[in-house]
């Protein structure tokens, strides 16, 4: 009987963790393997950083999340309609992207963050029928079907396509990547977003104003500051591990398979370990050991170890998967407003756009001062970022208690 419960509100979260396996891997191959192979191929790291511009759209939905919000498909469900017309674009794309593998690199370049565009809008629709649908006590949940699906995405899409790419070929990686969002397309074609509605979710669509973003606005900050920080201070892992003379393939094994396989296993735990051990207590958990392994991440470079780059990445991964959940579950709470779409992109893509300067610049900085020098920057900076987060979630929760609803 207790299965059988388990299983009625699990499938609903099944067409979520199918599509995010679809983000994944179309942004894991596109904005993580891409660049590995032009790293080795000897692109310079100035240019690698602008590789990040492929995320652009990611941090722009905010400007047309409102279009999300307002606009109805004909014949189609809402959230539904706007996630099938934009995996349709993306699987479109991608095969036009297929044929490229000569192309001048601006026009990849173009392709891809069109691409980009069609998956950002994509998961703003997801993300809003999450908040509509999706009841409050199992958003943990619903994070962590996010967090699970897009890690085995980007083993795919950042490991196991690198890992074969010179077996299987350009043309042949992205159709991969096509085919892999068609099928996961299908089980949200059967989602019943109608019956699932929350009763306020109508409410809330039409009642929604600008005074919202700027409620918003400290928090949009707040996670701007954490996503820059988080990056700094990991993001650019994969790149010190081919410096220190890693090889590429063992490189896109760590980077692109070990670390989505722990980090489906973190997400797949922390839903529960935000129920047991309380959100404040993982984030500080989770970011002592952020910091330990940025630590030595330093350590390495300085000392040209390339062993203990490799154990402090794996552990990194680790440390960061626990941060996962408690910050998409506390953006979920934030984005229950008049417009949840427009408040999801606000919070995560706003604040996405607001650390892409220091994502483009990372590497190149890098290349300026040296891996460990960088270390010695990132560390300190992620340390103030965390404590910002820390503080602003501890706020959430006390109002939340206070007004009953935790």
Not at 162 to 169: F, K, R, S, V
Not at 273 to 284: Q, S
Request: net charge positive.
């Amino acid at each position: 009987m207790h299965t059988v419960r388990t299983l009625a509100w699990v499938r609903p979260l099944v067409p979520f963790f199918c599509l995010y396996i679809t983000f994944g891997t179309t942004l894991g191959f596109l904005s993580s393997g891409a660049p590995l192979i032009l790293r080795a191929r000897g692109i310079e790291l100035v240019q690698i950083g602008l590789l990040q511009l492929i995320n652009l759209p990611v941090g722009l939905t905010f400007l047309w999340a409102v279009a999300v919000d307002r606009i109805r498909l004909p014949r189609l469900p809402h959230r539904v309609g706007w996630i099938a017309v934009m995996q349709a674009a993306t699987i479109a794309l991608l095969a036009v992207l297929s044929l490229g593998e000569t192309w001048p690199l601006l026009v990849l370049l173009g392709v891809a963050v069109a691409t980009c565009f069609c998956v950002a809008t994509m998961d703003v629709a997801l993300e809003a029928l999450v908040v509509e649908t999706v009841p409050d006590d199992r958003r943990p949940y619903a994070a962590s079907a996010k967090l699970c699906g897009a890690s085995l995405g980007g083993a795919a899409g950042a490991g196991l396509l690198i890992a074969c790419y010179e077996a299987i070929g350009w043309q042949n990686a992205v159709l991969a990547v096509a085919g892999l969002n068609t099928l996961c397309l299908l089980p949200m074609l059967r989602y019943p977003e109608a019956r699932l509605r929350r009763p306020d979710a109508a409410a809330r669509h039409e009642n929604g104003s600008l005074r919202r973003l700027r409620i918003l606005a400290p928090q949009v900050l707040v996670l701007g500051l954490y996503f820059a920080a988080m990056f700094a201070v990991s993001g650019v892992n994969n790149l010190v591990l081919l410096d220190l003379g890693v090889p590429l393939s063992e490189v896109g094994f760590v980077t692109g398979s070990v670390a989505p396989i722990i980090n489906f296993v973190m997400a797949a735990f922390s839903g529960t370990l935000v129920r047991r051990v309380g959100t404040i207590r993982l984030i500080t958990i989770s970011a002592v050991g952020v910091i330990a392994c940025g630590s030595a991440m330093l350590a390495a470079s300085a000392a040209g170890l390339s062993s203990l780059a490799i154990a402090a990445t794996i552990l990194g991964f680790v440390c960061g998967g626990g941060l996962g959940v408690p910050v998409f579950n506390t953006i979920y709470r934030w984005a229950q407003g008049p417009r949840p779409a427009t408040d999801y992109a606000l919070l995560f893509g706003a604040a996405f756009f607001a650390a892409m300067p220091l994502r483009v610049a990372a590497p190149a900085l890098a290349g300026l001062v040296g891996w460990a020098a960088y270390f010695a920057l990132a560390i300190p900076f992620y340390a103030v970022a965390v404590l910002c987060l820390r503080a602003a979630i501890g706020r959430t929760l006390d109002g939340d208690r206070a007004m009953g609803l935790a």
